[in-house]
């Protein structure tokens, strides 16, 4: 069993590295950790930083995850190699520049390129955004699968993830109380599907909704509320297409003994319960196109 | 002074009754009551109704609070006397109009007819609307004036209610535990401006706002929150000029800690969020201070 403890960062490619960084500053609502040769690691929260944007292909996507101890790392990548999964660890510089301790990397069943991290660096100054965004942190990412079910299998057998909700096949996944780090979305390409923030209230959702849209933001999904998490939510488009949300008021689940997950299903009803109407593709069809 | 107890109707001409009628009951989610051929009346909580349509010549707009007793009545029309407002005391035929046991009527100094009454009619059944909208009663009505601090001294100085807040010179007046129950909003006439409908929580607003997307009523602002009174906030388009609106989790006044605040004029004073604003007169509530000439207008008709 791999035992999952936190997500960790998301590492993104982009061809265009400055303008990424614009607007994860100016409109997300990010700091500038450190800047490296190509790179640019930016800060949600206590955390060094949860977010890289670098020079390179928009396709090239990784989500981290954070394991406790340095064995764990070594049970994971047998119990992958195992099942057949090509692993590789990480040199020390690869570690150096993600400010970890040490990590491995695979590709999940639907091919989507995951890291193992140990000791993750923790900032020793607290968060300041660009702009006051009311960003609590970075929370969770929806991942792009070919196969919900057997990605589901993947996420909660070999590694420790609980499903919380399911709508339709998309499985809502938590690896600790809060209702999910990991949400599956079936479509036909691996990747990130989307990076949620959590911000401090609901006031805040709404501030950023304006904020954004006055600036020409896309939106695609919301102000809405999420009748499985109860979070209120905000969906908008970044560079290179990609879907940031901010949320607000995510249930936790502190009773894992009984706890049941509930079926919702996949339509506009089953993602927002006041109304709003996805324009987000994975959110509206239920296979391939 | 005349202590005001409740805030208890709004009354609206209507061009098209049967057009304002399937606003109330579509739109706004409330209780058809009563229905002839010039009046309709439309519940929304524990009061027979909240809302009059009126049609026919004798139509007026008018705002209806309720006072206790007789009495007051009595010390009201002295006291509008003394600033020298005519005020008529209802006849039993206007008295049984309203479903009341007495009533005045007066126009303040800007024009806008307020109407006094006493024991208006609660409803032994509760508000049941077809449309699961979230109502929990009307909660405020924002009326245009034309000269605020004239118009404040009716409302402070004989019906004894008490600023909360101000947004440039938009005066929120209470009487009861809530932020406001009145709003005088200055313009350059008279004239109700919005009636504001209570739903339960964030949940009933939002969802009210994607149903009247839907339906494509034309919303003039917010979402959003009020700075002063927290209130969340929708306001749209009704059948006439008069806007409505819903609003969720106002602030509740503390009375021995309250002090009124000023807030700015314009959209910044009305909206924390930054939603768009539509409503010339918030728009334009900064100008408008300078076009209060202390005139007396001519009562709406």
Redesign the interface.
Known sequence: MINLQAVCYVRLGTADLDGATRFATHYLGLEIAHRAKDAVYLKSDQREHTLCYFAGSPADQTAAFEVRDRADLETAACELERLGRRVRLASAEEAELRRVRSFIAFEDPSGNKIELVWRPAYGSRRYHGERDAGITGFSHIGLCTTDAARDEAFWTEVCNARVSDRIGDAALLRIDEVHHTIALFPTDRAGIQHINHQVATGDDVMRSFYFLAERRVPMVFGPGRHPTSSARFLYFEGPDGMVFEYSSGVREIADELLYRERQLPFDPKGFCEWGAKPQIKEFRNRTNG | MVALEQLRYVCLPADDLDRAADFAQRILALQPIDRTQDLATFRSDFRDYTLAFVTGKNAVQSVGLEVRYSDDLDAALAALARLGLPATRGSAEDCALRKVKDMISFADFSGNRIELVVRPLNSGWRYFPSRDAGITGLADVILRSIDVEKDLSIWSGILNAQVSDWAGDATYLRFDRAHHRIVLFPAARAGILCVEYAVED??LL??N???L??LQVAVVHG???RPASEQLFLTFAGPKDVHFGFVAEGALIDEERHRPRQFPAGPAGLC?????CKIAEFNDAASARTRQTGSVASAKA
């Open positions: 964030v949940n939002m969802r706002h994607y149903v997307r839907d979402p959003g929150r924390g969020w930054g939603s768009e």
